[in-house]
Every structure is written in C-alpha cells, then in structure tokens.
C-alpha cells in the first residue's frame, strides 16, 4: 500500500466531508448540508469498490454500499430498494427540492416525538447533526479500512489546497 496516497486520500475525506459538512451545519445551512451528506455517502462508496472513482452508472450502488458498510443497520432498512438514495440523494442533487416523503430538520427545530431515521406520520425524519454524526463515524471506518489496506485506492485529481482549502 502506498502511505502517501492513503493519507492523501484521507485527508481529502477529512477535508472536504467532514470539516466543510461540519461548517455549513455549525453556520446554519442544514439544507445544503443535507445535498453534501447525500453526495459524500455516495462518494465514499467509490472507495469500498474497484472501479474508477469516475466509473458511470455506480451512483445507486455506491450510495448503497457506502449505507451498508459504512453508516449501520438503520440506513440500510431506510435505503431498501433504493428509497434512500432515490428521496434524499437523487431528489436533492438534481432539483434541490425536498421529497415529502422526508422530513428535513435540524436539533433546534426537531418536532417533538421526531427521532432521527424513524417515520413519523409517514415521513422519514432525518436530522442534520445526526446524520453528519453517522456519516463521520462512517469516515472514521472507511479510515480504518485504507489504513489496513481492505479497499483500493483511487486517485483523488486535486488536493484540499489545490481547491483553496485550507
């Protein structure tokens, strides 16, 4: 295993998923957090594969996967057939339009009796700093998993820097 590329790889995540998700919730923009988490499930999940990061038509799979492997039983259950990926994922990515089969929230303004990935009146509630919990514990295992050499490398275009992050 190449060190270098695996930190790279890494830091990258790190960088982009974890502090730039993080800054839009801790300045408010839970929306445009929730379209960043949908991506970056995604987007993790072309690390748990052994096609080229810009492999087409992997988008479902990949989302799917990184759920499955990453983030837990309970996004699996909400994801059967797909219906995470098609309500949160597709819906938001391509029209920035929240699906009303999914109730959006963040803690501050959480419905009373709404828990995080539970239905309430047929609504899938998510909330924002939950979900960017789960999806930094799925980093944190995805980390674990390149450090011990269980999923290939890909080769990330351009560093943190390289995007003016800093």
Request: hydrophobic residues 40%.
């Amino acid at each position: 295993m190449d060190k270098q590329k695996a930190e790279q790889e890494k830091e990258f995540i790190r960088r982009i998923f974890v502090d730039e998700i993080g800054r839009l919730q801790r300045e408010g923009f839970y929306f445009f957090s929730f379209i960043m988490m949908g991506q970056a499930i995604e987007t993790l999940g072309c690390f748990l594969d052994n096609k080229p990061l810009k492999a087409r038509a992997q988008s479902s799979k990949r989302f799917s996967k990184s759920l499955n492997i990453l983030m837990g039983n309970e996004y699996r259950m909400v994801n059967k057939d797909f219906w995470l990926y098609d309500r949160l994922r597709n819906q938001l990515t391509h029209s920035f339009v929240p699906s009303k089969s999914l109730l959006l929230c963040a803690r501050e303004n959480q419905p009373e009796g709404a828990k995080h990935l539970e239905f309430l009146e047929e609504r899938l509630v998510l909330v924002a700093e939950d979900m960017y919990d789960d999806l930094v514990a799925g980093c944190e295992k995805l980390f674990g998993m390149i450090d011990r050499g269980k999923v290939p490398l890909k080769n990330i275009a351009a560093s943190p820097e390289e995007l003016g992050l800093k």
